[in-house]
């Protein structure tokens, strides 16, 4: 899978979350630890379900964790 | 014994217990002597998949060290079986067909041993499931990468069926005195086991890639 063109702050939020490791963020929407890497790597663009249950999990919204890369 | 060692020791081991068990003609033992070379060759197997789960674990220790997923997980395995049958068919699939186009007495050998791997691959997938029942086994990247190597082999799949169906319509027929029943039925589920192994290949791959580049 090649990177996609959105960018997310997804690592930043879990830091800011009480430094909040893969595992549990990935248990917490659902998904393997895996990816959440691939996530965090850019090398995965979620479904707009994954991404609101992200969203949800940092307690924002869906525009606080994802961005369109220009 | 470093892993490393241990490596060196059980690849091998394993292959030469493939080839004793699935490649070589089948010669009688014995009730005492075939229950040592099969438990020998399962042994072997069992301290490579164990030695394999001890590197895996490792390697998803701490944050930074990208884990091997289920899903690639159970390409890898996929992979390994489905390319000892493949090669069991290539080796031995010419003793499956008699003189006269039907079913060789050995065949039913060949069959056997191709149903003990199946077995084996089951009972191996039924351990990965039960180490893994506290996660989450496949989301929607697991699927979507599914989708992609599925696509894969579908397209092998069909390349294969129009190359036999171009060689049987176009080929003179003295050319086709190989095209027996059970030759046919050989081809077929080679290829159909070919497509299964491209499958895993795809997917094992996809996985691997996003992987090293994390």
């Excluded at chain 2, 067909?97 to 009972?123: E, F, N, Q, Y």
């Amino acid at each position: 899978m090649s990177g996609t063109p959105i960018d997310n702050s997804i690592r930043k939020l879990r830091f800011e979350h009480g430094e909040m490791t893969q595992q549990a963020l990935a248990d917490a929407c659902g998904i393997t630890r895996q990816t959440v890497i691939a996530l965090e790597g850019g090398k995965y663009a979620p479904s707009l379900e994954l991404a609101f249950r992200i969203a949800h999990a940092f307690g924002v919204g869906v525009e606080d964790v994802f961005r369109w890369k220009r | 014994m470093s892993r490393n060692l241990r490596y060196l020791v059980l690849v091998p081991l394993s292959v030469a217990a493939f080839y004793v068990l699935f490649v070589l003609p089948d010669v009688d033992l014995g009730w005492a002597g075939g229950l040592a070379v099969l438990g020998g060759a399962w042994l072997v197997w069992y301290l490579l998949w164990a030695t394999l789960q001890e590197s895996t674990a490792a390697a998803g220790r701490g944050e930074s060290a990208p884990p091997v997923s289920p899903g690639e997980q159970r390409a890898w395995i996929g992979l390994v079986f489905t390319a000892a049958i493949v090669v069991h068919y290539l080796l031995r699939g010419s003793q499956m067909v008699a003189d006269d186009g039907s079913m060789a007495p050995a065949a039913s050998a060949i069959g056997r041993h191709i149903g003990m791997l199946v077995v084996g691959w089951l009972v191996v997938m039924q351990l990965l499931r039960r180490r893994q029942r506290d996660t989450v086994e496949l989301d929607e990247r697991d699927r979507q990468i599914e989708a992609r190597a599925c696509g894969w082999a579908r397209v092998g799949l069909s390349v294969f069926v129009i190359g036999l169906a171009v060689t049987f319509a176009f080929s003179p027929l003295e050319r086709l005195a190989w095209a027996r029943p059970m030759a046919v039925a050989n081809v077929l589920v080679v290829g159909l086991m070919a497509s299964c192994l491209l499958e895993y290949l795809a997917t094992g791959l996809a996985y691997w890639r996003d992987r090293r580049g994390a």
